[in-house]
């Protein structure tokens, strides 16, 4: 019988130099989208995927994301006491289980290969999934729970993998294709930010993984890829050789690059706008701006 997949490691020890200066003192993950930081969008779909435990590899400077978890007892007390219950569920929400978040550190930003290892004595013999928050996506069904439900069908390693503009796909973790069943593709290589003629398709790796714990034993020998970075793609493409069990899987969705400036500022306006109590004076702003714009041109 296949194993569940219940546990996630959220790797949140990066630096998040493109939006300095506001890193300097605020982690990246704690970022908001409207009023939700990035990383409770993370644990939301992770939760409605099945998972009960949660891991984080952090690094210095990342203590506001431990406190985020935690119990809020003043606050709680004073929106019982004003009856605000509405305010109270979404605080609740945001709260974990004490035992439900294990922290382990990276010490050095070596990449992300390397912030994955690190969580190697939480996991036992069994698959895991990864989460960049980073990548934020609005999806109908939450991207983790449709990949676990393929990986019921085909168990091994599943990357989610979107098609991007060739112009940009040297940006990221690129798939080379063995057979394309639709939404499942298999895989006979990836290469991670590989040159423009280098290639292999345009069908590019995106922030979630469900992975085997062969990933973890690649990951010791701690290799330098791209970058100078010890690269997870590298570590999972290595299974193609020695195992053949690596998937991509062609998500339902729209993926947000929370990472970039320009991918903050879409996912602000498309999660605004998807906003019952908001979208009206959110849309008639936009609208009134882009024709003060226009006008000004
Ligand atoms: P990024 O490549 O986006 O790097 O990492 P970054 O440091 O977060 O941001 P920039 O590029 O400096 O702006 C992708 C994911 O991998 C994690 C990051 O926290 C992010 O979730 N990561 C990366 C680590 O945990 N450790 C690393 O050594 C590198």
């Known amino acids: 019988m296949k194993q569940r997949v219940t546990k996630a490691i959220f790797p949140v020890a990066g630096l998040g130099t493109r939006f300095l200066p506001a890193t300097k003192s605020i982690p990246k993950e704690i970022l908001c989208l409207v009023d939700k930081p990035l990383i409770q969008y993370a644990i939301d779909e992770a939760r409605e995927a099945g998972i009960e435990e949660f891991i984080f590899v952090t690094s210095r400077g990342k203590g506001a994301l ?12 004073s929106l ?6 509405d305010l109270l569920d979404v605080l609740m929400k945001s709260t974990m289980d004490s035992g439900e978040i294990a922290y382990v550190r990276q010490r050095e930003a070596l990449g992300l290969g390397h912030a994955v290892w690190c969580a190697r004595r939480l ?47 040297s940006a990221y973790g690129l798939l080379d294709i063995k057979e394309d069943m639709g939404s499942l593709v298999s895989v006979k290589g990836m290469v991670e930010k590989p040159k423009p003629e280098d290639a292999p398709s345009n069908l590019a790796v995106i922030g979630r993984y469900i ?18 970075e010890i690269q997870l793609t590298d ?39 998807a906003r019952g109590d908001l979208c009206d004076e959110f849309r008639d702003f936009l609208i009134e701006t882009l024709e003060c714009r226009r006008a000004a041109q």
């Open 123 to 169: 996991i036992a013999d069994e698959p895991f999934a990864v989460i960049l928050t980073d990548d934020v996506i609005e999806a109908e069904q939450p991207v983790l729970k449709q990949m676990v439900e393929a990986h019921e069908q085909t168990g091994g390693n599943m990357v989610a993998a979107m098609e991007v503009a060739p112009s940009k796909a």
């Open 235 to 273: 570590a999972i493409a290595k299974e193609i050789t020695t195992s053949d069990n690596v998937y991509g899987f062609r998500f339902q969705g729209t993926r947000y690059d929370c990472g970039s400036k320009a991918g903050f500022l879409q996912a602000t306006v498309a999660f605004g706008l």
């Open 66 to 77: 431990e406190d985020y978890f935690d119990g809020a007892p003043q606050l709680e007390q």
């Open 211 to 228: 992975l085997t714990p062969q990933i973890l034993k690649n990951l010791e020998t701690q290799e330098r890829g791209a970058g100078g």
């Open 80 to 85: 019982k006491a004003k009856g605000k219950d």
